[in-house]
């Protein structure tokens, strides 16, 4: 019975494995056209019905956002491999003060949870995101991790990726982002559907002054190039 038992458990963790890998050899290369948060929040009474998301390869993002993403999320992007350590601990330290919670995810980890898992905190969830994070830092790119995050975070209720926030926002297309607005839109990032990247209040001008003297300070961006 036990031997049955420790079958059919391995049998089912190979499937997942190889499953899990197909998938993110898939998206690798196509476009995601949907994500579990996306079903959760249509079912949610609290939320608006109505999903905005229109995916765009990065070369049509400007780098304005790609940029103020990652000086208000995970400035250590380009050099991680998926988990930046110190940011975690000093998450952890500030969380043990009893301080407002603060994540020490980076935007591989975000990715792998908003392409390939639930919002949930657990840690099971946590395990999960930790593997399919290992998994898309091998086997995409830096370039490609960020293009699916861009095109699958949710920023606005309903709005989902950086084409259909510009659009929702400022009402134009995302490669036609300035700095100001790219900042407007990242600064929304933690509480996307409470937070107005316009009008902003005064927190979120707040906000988003800090991440353009980020995006000032954090000197070459070369990712990828885009159009001007």
């Given at each position: 019975?036990?031997?049955k038992i420790l079958r059919f458990l391995f049998k089912t963790l190979l499937w997942f494995v190889g499953l899990s890998v197909l998938l993110v050899l898939i998206y690798r290369f196509v476009p995601v056209p949907f994500t579990p948060l996306m079903g959760i929040r249509y079912f949610d009474s609290d939320s608006n019905k109505q999903i905005h998301h229109d995916w765009v390869p990065i070369?049509?993002?400007?780098?304005?956002?790609?940029?103020?993403?990652?000086?208000?999320?995970?400035?250590?992007?380009?050099?991680?491999?998926?988990?930046?350590?110190?940011?975690?601990?000093?998450?952890y330290d500030n969380n043990k003060t009893g301080k407002r919670l603060k994540g020490g995810s980076t935007?591989?980890?975000?990715?792998?949870k908003n392409v390939f898992l639930w919002p949930k905190r657990s840690w099971m969830r946590k395990g999960m995101e930790a593997y399919f994070t290992?998994?898309?830092e091998l086997i995409w790119s830096k370039e490609r991790i960020l293009e699916?995050?861009?095109?699958?975070?949710?920023?606005?209720d309903g709005v989902y990726g950086v084409e259909a926030a510009s659009q929702y926002w400022f009402g134009k297309s995302a490669h036609k982002?300035?700095?100001?607005?790219?900042?407007?839109?990242a600064a929304i990032l933690p509480n996307p559907r409470v937070y107005k990247a316009s009008p902003r209040s005064p927190f979120l001008e707040r906000r988003k002054l800090w991440i353009l003297l980020q995006m000032q300070n954090y000197g070459t961006f070369t990712l990828v190039k885009t159009p001007k």
């Amino acid at each position: 019975m036990i031997k049955k038992i420790l079958r059919f458990l391995f049998k089912t963790l190979l499937w997942f494995v190889g499953l899990s890998v197909l998938l993110v050899l898939i998206y690798r290369f196509v476009p995601v056209p949907f994500t579990p948060l996306m079903g959760i929040r249509y079912f949610d009474s609290d939320s608006n019905k109505q999903i905005h998301h229109d995916w765009v390869p990065i070369s049509d993002i400007s780098k304005a956002i790609q940029l103020a993403v990652i000086c208000s999320e995970d400035q250590n992007f380009l050099q991680h491999k998926g988990f930046d350590y110190e940011a975690i601990r000093k998450a952890y330290d500030n969380n043990k003060t009893g301080k407002r919670l603060k994540g020490g995810s980076t935007i591989s980890q975000q990715t792998a949870k908003n392409v390939f898992l639930w919002p949930k905190r657990s840690w099971m969830r946590k395990g999960m995101e930790a593997y399919f994070t290992f998994l898309i830092e091998l086997i995409w790119s830096k370039e490609r991790i960020l293009e699916v995050y861009l095109n699958s975070i949710e920023m606005g209720d309903g709005v989902y990726g950086v084409e259909a926030a510009s659009q929702y926002w400022f009402g134009k297309s995302a490669h036609k982002l300035s700095s100001h607005e790219a900042a407007s839109i990242a600064a929304i990032l933690p509480n996307p559907r409470v937070y107005k990247a316009s009008p902003r209040s005064p927190f979120l001008e707040r906000r988003k002054l800090w991440i353009l003297l980020q995006m000032q300070n954090y000197g070459t961006f070369t990712l990828v190039k885009t159009p001007k």
